[in-house]
């Protein structure tokens, strides 16, 4: 399998191949592979297939982890017949695991009839293309996620110009894929501060849902008090469950319940970060009483 410094291609138990940082020693997409998480976690869980052939105008859609470039790529090819444009903004503070990902594509086996595009993200880092029905307006943003959350939160002062130039270029989103690292590996990714700021610049009228990997107590309360709906997730791999949040309780199936929150009361590990410091602990008095006066479990 080839390696760089950084980087190896691993072959997986089912022996689809993926990528695996040598920094932070974790494999992107582990157990079942790049393709088949994506389908699952994403596309499938966000039923991205029903609400693209639904959609009228642009649908927005936020990559947050780029990585290797499997879920964004696996949700395109997976929507390319439904004529709705897709404006997809990808995240990532490197181009490290693009770059060596491409240099292995055909190992890989997701880059097929992406090439040329995903060449662009890397080199210019926006490219806009037709894709089967549907035209595709894709860019990323290379830098800190959660620096670039904090500038956008709306108590932060700003001009009506760079409001408006923002909502321009992005727009808020209808689905979000969030594929951060660990919260032991990355946990400025997983703080209380990054979902509120994320949260807030969600639009209240556009119904939008986040998926991803995490089933922990401790993410799901953190998204709870940022101010999401929570509920569980679909099976992917090795994980029996995994974590769907949402700006509006009618795009979760499964809606965490009573007897969720009482597991969390009781919890070693529940207590949300507000720094980019790992930690367990269990919840706070003040956090349990916001936690139970959330509208998903106060009615």
Known sequence: MQSTAAYQLVRLNNGICSVRSLVDEETFHPVIGPVAEAEALYVNQLRLRERLKNHSGEFAIWDVGLGAAANALTVLRATREFACPIRLMSFDHTIEPLKFALQNAVALGYFGGYETQTQAILHQHAVQFTDGAHEVN????????????????????????????????LGAPHAILFDAFSPAKNPAMWTLP?????????DPQRPCSLPTYSRSTILRVTLLLAGFFVGVGHATGEKAETTIAANTLT????PLDRRWLERARRSHSA????????????????SWEKLRAHPQFSS
């Open 138 to 169: 894709w860019r990323l943003h290379l830098g800190d996620f959660p620096a670039w959350l904090e500038r956008r939160a709306p108590s932060r002062p700003v001009s009506d110009n760079e409001l408006q130039r923002a909502e321009t270029v």
């Open 194 to 202: 990054l979902f509120t700021n994320l949260f807030q610049l969600l």
């Open 251 to 254: 795009l979760l199936a499964e």
């Open 271 to 286: 207590e949300p970060m507000v720094e980019a410091i790992y930690r367990i602990a269990p919840l706070t008095a003040e």
